[in-house]
């Protein structure tokens, strides 16, 4: 059974920075590309970071510069760094096995101004 736990999630006021964990058992996490989402109120879930077995890495234009994700593979994590955060990245956040249907629980991240 493939899980995801993220955890990281907070109040943070703008400006500030949060970094988010995802932690995956039940796969072979070095071999899979893995992403992170995020779901704002009312709106579609939309893709935010990829970062390959390698460590390549690609990010929405709305985070580039801003956001980092990196990953451990001898400890099955993910990471997302996010640095100068803003009002309009509150959202809940996921990650993802890329090209599956696996997800995390998700984390609130709420940034106020």
């Known amino acids: 059974q493939v899980q995801l736990v993220e955890s990281g999630g907070g109040l943070v006021q703008a400006g500030g920075s949060l970094r988010l964990s995802c932690v995956v058992s039940g796969t072979i996490f070095s071999s899979k590309t893995m992403r992170w989402y995020r779901q704002a109120p009312g709106k579609q879930r939309e893709f935010v970071a990829h970062?390959?077995?390698?460590?390549?890495?690609n990010y929405a234009d709305s985070v580039k510069d801003r956001f980092t994700c990196s990953r451990d593979n001898a400890k099955n994590t993910v990471w997302l760094q996010m640095n100068n955060l803003k009002p309009e990245d509150t959202a809940v956040y996921y990650c993802?096995?890329?090209?599956?249907?696996?997800w995390g629980q998700g984390t609130q991240v709420t940034v106020s101004s």
């Open positions: 993802n096995l890329a090209f599956t249907g696996w």
């Open positions: 970062i390959t077995p390698g460590g390549a890495t």
